[in-house]
């Protein structure tokens, strides 16, 4: 392997060819080989002069600190309670797919897939999502019923918009349910578990927009779009919620070829909204109602109406026209959440406010076909899933507690043992033990002999609530100090109560 040669390298080498080289040839021969060492040399560079490396994140990537870290776990605690509750387990699944498994199953996103150099003869790509790898594990597994959660990274060659929460690697909070059970179950208890983890997060006013893949089909048709245009109307129709019509209208003509009078139809059905009075008026919709599809969409959101009704939800749900969603395996009812606070401003990044213009914070849908694409036989499994867009949501709460200007824990120490006295290292080690085999958080300074007032210090900067202080003293008399460092309040507990003591008064404190 050649390498650069560096200038006491490069003298060197001269001067040991020319005292081998002169005994076999002329002075003219070796200023030749030296000329073309020097010609190599400029060829393969300068130690001397290194290409600068710039330090950074890949673009769409970020890193996390501590502050950022805490607010994310805690979220990511709501989640999972709330999946929990409804009796969810948890499953995972390889961070990369074979390519086949991904394709086809994106609509025009699949350009989004990023794509890994051939790995030993498999070509494979990163997932998409985590929807994809559960209908193939579903049908890996010849599993027919599970409810399922799944937190995990997901990956896309999207162009990223990082004050709203849009990157290239990000999580995917899923809950899915899988199985053949009667209408609108399932779906119901999806839109009710979104409005859990919002009214959880405390993220203000949101709203649920829910539309039905059967409705848009009808639509379409009712409108004069031709069956093999569905699919592309409905991807430029799921642009509204980031663009404006006449953007919309102009794709659908110029770039999906759709007749310019269907797309005038389509636009004034999609700006329909309500709830069931909505459903009553296109069920009496002369061109809706003779569409079976749209027919067969509409009972079934009548259903889910009246069981969101029961869950005391339907005042933050509106049946919305405009929504399609469009990946290419929804076959039933899709949905989306909205924050009020914060829905997405097309103008965002020229004269809108980007930080605040986060678009959608959950979304998902009836997927009734897609197992099936990955069994032998082509045996379905009818499933129904939700999935909470997480990122966003931390971009919310991240500017949230920069502008509240509140400190936010890292850690979650209960207790910091300190000595008042020098060379007390080891008793102090000894409380730790007791401490920690009594599971209760606790942490000391890594001197032998810290000060006093840097080990209150510590206390006080990162929020730990109790103090156990030791001295000779204490040692001799068989106790410890106990200190309450929010008031300062300060007790002497004898040494065999001090982890009962401790329970209690950290009991109190919560």
Same mark, same amino acid.
């Given at each position: 392997?050649?390498?650069?040669?560096?200038?006491?390298?490069?003298?060197?080498?001269?001067?040991?060819?020319?005292?081998?080289?002169?005994?076999?040839?002329?002075?003219?021969?070796?200023?030749?080989?030296?000329?073309?060492?020097?010609?190599?040399?400029?060829?393969?560079?300068?130690?001397?002069?290194?290409?600068?490396?710039?330090?950074?994140?890949?673009?769409?990537?970020?890193?996390?600190?501590?502050?950022?870290?805490?607010?994310?776990?805690?979220?990511?605690?709501?989640?999972?309670?709330?999946?929990?509750?409804?009796?969810?387990?948890?499953?995972?699944?390889?961070?990369?797919?074979?390519?086949?498994?991904?394709?086809?199953?994106?609509?025009?996103?699949?350009?989004?897939?990023?794509?890994?150099?051939?790995?030993?003869?498999?070509?494979?790509?990163?997932?998409?999502?985590?929807?994809?790898?559960?209908?193939?594990?579903?049908?890996?597994?010849?599993?027919?019923?599970?409810?399922?959660?799944?937190?995990?990274?997901?990956?896309?060659?999207?162009?990223?918009?990082?004050?709203?929460?849009?990157?290239?690697?990000?999580?995917?909070?899923?809950?899915?349910?899988?199985?053949?059970?009667?209408?609108?179950?399932?779906?119901?208890?999806?839109?009710?578990?979104?409005?859990?983890?919002?009214?959880?997060?405390?993220?203000?006013?949101?709203?649920?927009?829910?539309?039905?893949?059967?409705?848009?089909?009808?639509?379409?048709?009712?409108?004069?779009?031709?069956?093999?245009?569905?699919?592309?109307?409905?991807?430029?129709?799921?642009?509204?919620?980031?663009?404006?019509?006449?953007?919309?209208?102009?794709?659908?003509?110029?770039?999906?070829?759709?007749?310019?009078?269907?797309?005038?139809?389509?636009? &004034? !059905?999609? %700006? #329909?909204? @309500?709830? *069931?009075?909505?459903?009553?008026?296109? /069920?009496?919709?002369?061109?809706?109602?003779?569409?079976?599809?749209?027919?067969?969409?509409?009972?079934?959101?009548?259903?889910?109406? &009246? !069981?969101? %009704? #029961?869950? @005391?939800? *339907?005042?933050?749900?509106?049946?919305? /026209?405009?929504?399609?969603?469009?990946?290419?395996?929804?076959?039933?009812?899709?949905?989306?959440?909205?924050?009020?606070?914060?829905?997405?401003?097309?103008?965002?990044?020229?004269?809108?406010?980007?930080?605040?213009?986060?678009?959608?914070?959950?979304?998902?849908?009836?997927?009734?076909?897609?197992?099936?694409?990955?069994?032998?036989?082509?045996?379905?499994?009818?499933?129904?899933?939700?999935?909470?867009?997480?990122?966003?949501?931390?971009?919310?709460?991240?500017?949230?507690?920069?502008?509240?200007?509140?400190?936010?824990?890292?850690?979650?120490?209960?207790?910091?043992?300190?000595?008042?006295?020098?060379?007390?290292?080891?008793?102090?080690?000894?409380?730790?033990?007791?401490?920690?085999?009594?599971?209760?958080?606790?942490?000391?300074?890594?001197?032998?002999?810290?000060?006093?007032?840097?080990?209150?210090?510590?206390?006080?900067?990162?929020?730990?609530?109790?103090?156990?202080?030791?001295?000779?003293?204490?040692?001799?008399?068989?106790?410890?100090?106990?200190?309450?460092?929010?008031?300062?309040?300060?007790?002497?507990?004898?040494?065999?109560?001090?982890?009962?003591?401790?329970?209690?008064?950290?009991?109190?404190?919560?």
């Amino acid at each position: 392997m050649l390498l650069p040669l560096c200038k006491f390298h490069h003298q060197y080498l001269v001067r040991h060819l020319r005292c081998l080289a002169v005994r076999f040839y002329s002075n003219d021969q070796i200023s030749e080989e030296v000329a073309k060492l020097l010609e190599l040399k400029a060829k393969l560079g300068d130690d001397s002069q290194k290409t600068k490396f710039v330090l950074k994140c890949p673009k769409g990537t970020r890193d996390y600190n501590p502050q950022q870290m805490a607010i994310r776990e805690g979220v990511f605690n709501t989640i999972i309670k709330c999946f929990k509750r409804h009796g969810a387990e948890t499953i995972d699944t390889p961070v990369f797919e074979l390519k086949e498994t991904l394709t086809g199953k994106y609509g025009e996103d699949s350009k989004l897939i990023y794509d890994l150099k051939d790995q030993g003869g498999e070509l494979l790509s990163l997932r998409y999502d985590l929807t994809v790898p559960f209908a193939r594990y579903l049908a890996m597994n010849k599993i027919q019923n599970v409810k399922r959660y799944h937190i995990a990274k997901v990956y896309r060659r999207d162009n990223p918009a990082m004050t709203r929460g849009r990157f290239r690697e990000f999580y995917q909070c899923d809950f899915d349910i899988a199985g053949q059970y009667d209408a609108m179950i399932p779906d119901a208890e999806c839109v009710k578990l979104v409005s859990e983890i919002l009214n959880q997060l405390d993220l203000g006013e949101y709203i649920i927009k829910i539309n039905h893949r059967k409705v848009l089909d009808g639509m379409f048709a009712a409108c004069g779009v031709p069956d093999d245009k569905f699919r592309g109307a409905c991807s430029a129709v799921d642009k509204l919620d980031k663009t404006f019509w006449d953007d919309v209208r102009a794709e659908m003509i110029q770039e999906k070829g759709i007749d310019p009078i269907a797309v005038d139809k389509i636009g &004034k !059905y999609v %700006e #329909l909204k @309500g709830r *069931t009075e909505l459903i009553d008026k296109l /069920l009496e919709d002369e061109a809706m109602k003779a569409q079976k599809s749209a027919v067969e969409g509409l009972e079934d959101l009548r259903v889910l109406f &009246k !069981y969101l %009704e #029961l869950y @005391g939800i *339907t005042d933050k749900v509106v049946f919305d /026209l405009s929504l399609a969603r469009g990946l290419d395996y929804y076959t039933g009812v899709i949905y989306e959440a909205i924050l009020q606070g914060f829905a997405h401003n097309p103008k965002a990044g020229a004269d809108g406010d980007e930080s605040v213009s986060v678009g959608s914070v959950a979304g998902g849908g009836r997927y009734d076909g897609l197992v099936g694409m990955f069994d032998s036989k082509g045996k379905k499994v009818p499933c129904v899933g939700v999935s909470i867009g997480v990122e966003r949501v931390f971009a919310i709460m991240e500017s949230r507690a920069l502008a509240s200007n509140t400190k936010t824990r890292t850690t979650e120490t209960e207790v910091y043992v300190v000595s008042a006295q020098k060379n007390l290292v080891e008793e102090r080690m000894k409380i730790c033990k007791e401490l920690w085999d009594a599971d209760i958080k606790t942490e000391q300074s890594y001197k032998r002999n810290p000060k006093a007032l840097d080990q209150f210090q510590y206390c006080e900067t990162n929020s730990i609530p109790i103090a156990i202080i030791i001295g000779g003293s204490e040692i001799e008399m068989g106790v410890v100090t106990l200190r309450i460092v929010g008031s300062r309040e300060e007790r002497t507990v004898q040494r065999e109560k001090m982890v009962e003591e401790i329970k209690s008064v950290l009991a109190n404190l919560n």
